[in-house]
């Protein structure tokens, strides 16, 4: 196992190469793209850190960081909420209109096996999303205040950084654009505001979890 050091300049040419000789683990970092244990250090303001081996960003030391993610989960948080109550969908067919909602849409699956779907879809498209959202609030919320982390904080950050892979919104809204496509020939579709409360939840979630530099956050929870 080798370990690397990074510094303000991103590398150090610095090797070391016995495991007898690594450091304790609070003192590694793994890179997130090929798992190169790095040596870890203070980064100066708005300085990267890039592994050694395939030159991917392992930390970035932005003073105003967190703020900023805490800014964009609390409006992506703002966002789902308004996207599963206000009208998704109002479509127009043979003279019978109809308006419908997400939480609309997950009810409507209410039978036998369907009633699995239901749940599949209220999970990974609404409630993980939101867990995930929140546990992001609490964890960093009082450090942006300049207060202590509170208790559990990294217990929390971990349990959304678990969730992740499973908050699907970003496929949600790609599968629905997909299928008002094949339906615009068939129906009158009007695209209703939840539709761009989910296509804003879906850009913010994707700057957010660009922004976060998540060894800077286990610095700053410990």
């Known amino acids: 196992m080798h370990a690397q050091t990074f510094t303000a300049n991103g590398l150090n040419p610095e090797d070391v190469v016995l495991p007898s000789d690594l450091p304790p683990l609070s003192q590694l970092v793994a890179c997130p793209h090929c798992d190169t244990l790095h040596r870890a250090s203070v980064l100066p303001e708005n300085v990267r850190a890039h ?4 030159g991917g960003v392992i930390a970035t030391e932005r003073p105003t960081a967190l703020a900023t993610v805490l800014s964009l989960a609390i409006s992506a948080f703002i966002l ?21 909602s ?12 369907a009633l699995l779907l239901a749940f599949a879809v ?9 867990m995930r959202l929140s546990a992001i609030i609490y964890a960093i919320g009082p450090l942006v205040a300049g207060k202590t982390a509170r208790g559990h904080a990294k217990q929390a950050f971990a349990f959304a950084e678990m969730l992740r892979p499973w908050s699907m919104a970003e496929i949600f ?3 629905v654009t997909v299928a008002l496509v094949k339906v615009a020939g068939l129906a009158s579709v009007t695209i209703g505001p939840a539709f761009w409360a989910f296509t804003a939840l879906v850009v913010i979630t994707v700057l957010k979890d660009t922004l976060i530099c998540r060894f800077s956050v286990w610095q700053a929870l410990e």
């Open 51 to 54: 592994c050694k081996r395939c």
């Open 80 to 100: 789902m909420i308004a996207a599963v109550s206000f009208p998704f969908l109002e479509l127009d067919v043979a003279g019978h209109h109809n308006s419908i």
């Open 102 to 113: 997400v939480l609309q849409a997950i009810t409507v699956f209410n039978d036998g096996i």
């Open 122 to 130: 209220a999970g990974f498209i609404v409630i993980l999303p939101l």
């Open 173 to 175: 809204i790609v599968g």
